[in-house]
């Protein structure tokens, strides 16, 4: 707006002014006033500004006039939206107007909706010095909160005024707070005191609260009595309320005792150094120590000292040539991994007294055996080697395993080779075994063997059959423990220098140096009985050949006794009576096959088991399992036969058995030649059969014995054949008797019969019966003998 046009609004001001003054029949209605500012506004010769309500208006300048007035009334600062209130004055034009006055007045800003005058800055910065004098400190955090002003304004009022009006200090980490030079110098002497006064190590927060001081200008202090050298003591780990503070005293008592232990012990226990404060103590001890050639343990750290005297001691075993346990020279802190530590260490540098390194062997981790002590060890044990090696090959255990290794390398070789190239060397090795060339007897015979399940014996693990096996599987070597790890221990427990340790160590001691001597020994046994083996079969040989004629004559024998036997089966019957479930003849072939025939069976097995170095004793009781085994083991023609054989026991049928026992004496199982029968030695034999039942008879006083003897001789005399049956079947035996008996003598047969089946069933407890049965069985026992003795001379007077 130009000064013309101002000017002429200021006159048509003072007309309007003039002409409200004259009379009312002058003046002009409110209406005209509002069509004449309305002109002027439109004509933009008058700039205005209405108030909310439309009835009042007010130039820019008067606008500003009143805004800078109310500025002044409220202090120097005052919200916008409450002075638009106060002026009746839409926001817009007061938001206006005050954008236009902080650029006109450098005295005047604009924060957030307010206007602030640089009085009220003045009157902000006196009042934040006032709050710094009364506390010491103030940060502008805590400004914004109580002036509800923004932090950078706040920031640039405490900056601009820094040193004038403000006395404080900006601190260095956090440019947002400020102190007094009062406040600092007060709380970094508590500070001081809190650390001299501190004796052991101390968490930093429990400074912190002693002192009352804030955790970042506590920081920030330290900083500064680090800088003057008056932190007597450290800081581990970084500043940071969960650090620890450790006094240089406590470090130094703690250093001054590490000194004074390791002085007098040679080593430093790692649970010590952490009761007094010291975690890592591998660490520490390789710090504090650090021209100390330390072995740093689990549980210690051990100096030379220590590792000396084991050293030591160790030299000494070694030049007397005898043993010795590091465990009772070491602190009770170090455990037996410890030990095994240290001697491993020690060993390193231990010299014989040629310079030489010695040649010892650890057990148990600590105990240092040298090897002239072994091999002292070792002297007993020749005769123990000896022993067992020809007890081993005396029971065919060692036989055994030979023929089960040459089965697995057989059965390996087996797999590999080709199938158009396969040589079955196997039966050439095992001819050159037994004597080698084919023919007659026991020296012409393959041994033929099949790979069959076995359980461990003697020590020896075998492995599973050729048919289970998996195809290019290759199965363990076998193994025979002649010596047992029992056996060495049980020899060198005599050794007098082990005898002062506890029962416990000595067990384990013995025990670990027996499983090192049992490789060697056990391979000095297998050598040995190999030894022994060689020269057994060299001079068995003659030996093996009267084995044969040995076994030829017994057979003989007894397969003429058996077909003597059979023969007096002959009349008995062979139709079963009730209530027995078998006939006479049958019970009678049974007990047969149970007795003689078994024992020939027996001799048999046991032949072709000792031909094939199979395991046989002949000492214990043989079952027919027993035979069963040694049959699967033989293979071949021999397997077929045995188990023919065997399986015709336990039939009743004396036919089948002759019948196996005729492939089993043929060539290509045991070679044995049966002679023919000869008429004038079966008399004889059957007349000594009788005499000697005839003596046992007579001897006897037994009346259940006597009566079973006297039936055998009468059965004898009644069909001039020898009989075998045992004392259950006396019933059958009288029964088959009675037609060939004189009534008399029958009845006298039957009541002693009687008598002694009542005997038999007479409890225990009553003793007046039995000795009323036994007496009578006394009386009538002569009358028995005399039917037996004189029967056969009765018998041909009868048949006369």
Not at 16 to 22: D, S, T, V
Not at 84 to 89: C, D, E, F, I, S
Not at 571 to 589: N, Q, R
Not at 598 to 604: F, H, L, V, Y
Request: aromatic share 6%; net charge negative.
């Amino acid at each position: 707006m130009t000064a013309v046009e101002w000017e002429e609004v200021k006159r048509l001001a003072a007309g309007l002014q003039r002409a409200q003054l004259i009379s009312t029949t002058q003046r002009l209605s409110e209406r005209n006033c509002v069509e004449i500012i309305t002109k002027l506004v439109d004509m933009k010769l008058l700039d205005i500004i209405f108030t909310n309500d439309g009835k009042e208006y007010v130039t820019p300048q008067q606008l500003v006039t009143e805004m800078r007035d109310e500025l002044i009334v409220n202090g120097g600062r005052i919200n916008l939206v409450e002075l638009a209130k106060l002026l009746n004055v839409d926001l817009s034009h007061i938001s206006q107007r005050a954008t236009d006055l902080q650029k006109q007045d450098p005295g005047i800003s604009l924060v957030l909706g307010q206007l602030i005058d640089k009085t009220y800055m003045t009157r902000l910065a006196e009042e934040i010095n006032e709050k710094l004098v009364q506390q010491g400190e103030v940060s502008i955090s805590d400004l914004t909160s109580q002036y509800d002003l923004p932090s950078d304004f706040l920031q640039q009022v405490v900056q601009r005024n820094l040193g004038k009006i403000i006395r404080a200090k900006q601190d260095k980490q956090d440019p947002r707070v400020f102190f007094t030079e009062a406040y600092v110098a007060r709380n970094m002497a508590a500070i001081r005191g809190a650390l001299i006064a501190t004796m052991k190590p101390t968490p930093v927060s429990t400074l912190i609260n002693l002192c009352g001081v804030q955790e970042r200008l506590f920081f920030s202090l330290i900083d500064n009595l680090m800088e003057l050298k008056q932190v007597p003591g450290v800081f581990s780990g970084k500043q940071v309320s969960n650090s620890i503070y450790v006094p240089s005293i406590y470090s130094k008592s703690q250093s001054d005792w590490v000194d004074s232990f390791y002085k007098q012990n040679g080593y430093l226990e790692y649970d010590a150094l952490s009761r007094i404060g010291i975690s890592d103590g591998q660490s520490y001890a390789r710090k504090h120590f650090p021209t100390e050639k330390l072995l740093l343990l689990d549980s210690a750290a051990v100096g030379p000292m220590l590792l000396g005297q084991i050293e030591a001691a160790v030299e000494e075993a070694v030049s007397s040539g005898t043993w010795v346990d590091v465990m009772p020279m070491l602190p009770s802190v170090l455990d037996s991994k410890d030990g095994e530590q240290i001697l491993t260490e020690v060993l390193k540098t231990v010299k014989t007294p040629g310079g030489s390194v010695p040649s010892v062997k650890v057990f148990n981790g600590s105990v240092v055996v040298t090897e002239n002590f072994l091999n002292k060890l070792m002297v007993p044990f020749k005769d123990v080697v000896q022993k067992k090696a020809e007890k081993c090959v005396a029971s065919g255990e060692f036989q055994q395993w030979q023929v089960d290794r040459l089965q697995v390398s057989d059965d390996h070789n087996k797999r590999e080779e080709p199938k158009d190239e396969k040589v079955d060397k196997r039966d050439e090795r095992r001819k050159k075994a037994t004597g080698g060339k084919g023919g007659g007897g026991t020296q012409g015979r393959e041994t033929k063997t099949k790979s069959t399940k076995k359980k461990v014996r003697g020590g020896r693990g075998v492995g599973d059959s050729d048919d289970e096996a998996p195809v290019g599987s290759h199965r363990k070597p076998l193994v025979l423990e002649i010596v047992t790890v029992q056996d060495i221990v049980a020899v060198i427990s005599k050794e007098e220098s082990f005898k002062d340790l506890d029962e416990d160590e000595r067990t384990t001691l013995l025990e670990e140096i027996a499983k090192h001597l049992h490789m060697s020994t056990n391979k000095a046994a297998m050598e040995h009985a190999q030894v022994v083996m060689d020269s057994t079969m060299s001079n068995n040989i003659g030996a093996r050949r009267k084995t044969h004629n040995d076994l030829q004559e017994k057979l003989n024998s007894l397969i003429t006794n058996v077909r003597l036997f059979e023969r007096g089966l002959k009349g008995f019957s062979t139709d079963i009576i009730p209530p027995a479930k078998e006939s006479p003849h049958a019970l009678l072939s049974k007990y047969l096959l149970k007795t003689f025939c078994t024992d020939i069976a027996n001799e048999i097995v046991g032949f072709i088991a000792q031909e094939r170095m199979l395991q046989w004793d002949s000492t214990k009781d043989i079952h027919q399992e027993t035979r069963q085994k040694v049959a699967q083991e033989s293979g071949g023609a021999e397997k077929e036969a045995l188990l023919k054989l065997n399986k015709s026991l336990v039939g009743s049928s004396l036919d089948d058995f002759f019948s196996a026992l005729e492939i089993a004496l043929s060539s290509d199982v045991c070679d044995v030649v049966i002679r023919k029968a000869d008429k004038k030695k079966e008399r004889v034999m059957v007349f000594g059969h009788r005499q000697a039942l005839l003596e046992q008879l007579n001897s006897s006083e037994d009346p259940a014995q006597v009566l079973h003897i006297a039936a055998l001789v009468l059965c004898q005399a009644v069909s001039q054949n020898m009989l075998h049956a045992s004392g259950r079947y006396v019933n059958i035996l009288l029964s088959y008797l009675q037609p060939h008996l004189p009534a008399p003598t029958f009845t006298t047969l039957q009541e002693y019969y009687d008598l002694v089946l009542k005997l038999l069933s007479t409890e225990e407890s009553n003793e007046e019966a039995k000795e009323t049965v036994m007496f009578q069985l006394q009386e009538k026992m002569p009358i028995i003998k005399d039917i037996a003795n004189s029967f056969k001379k009765a018998s041909g007077e009868s048949k006369e």
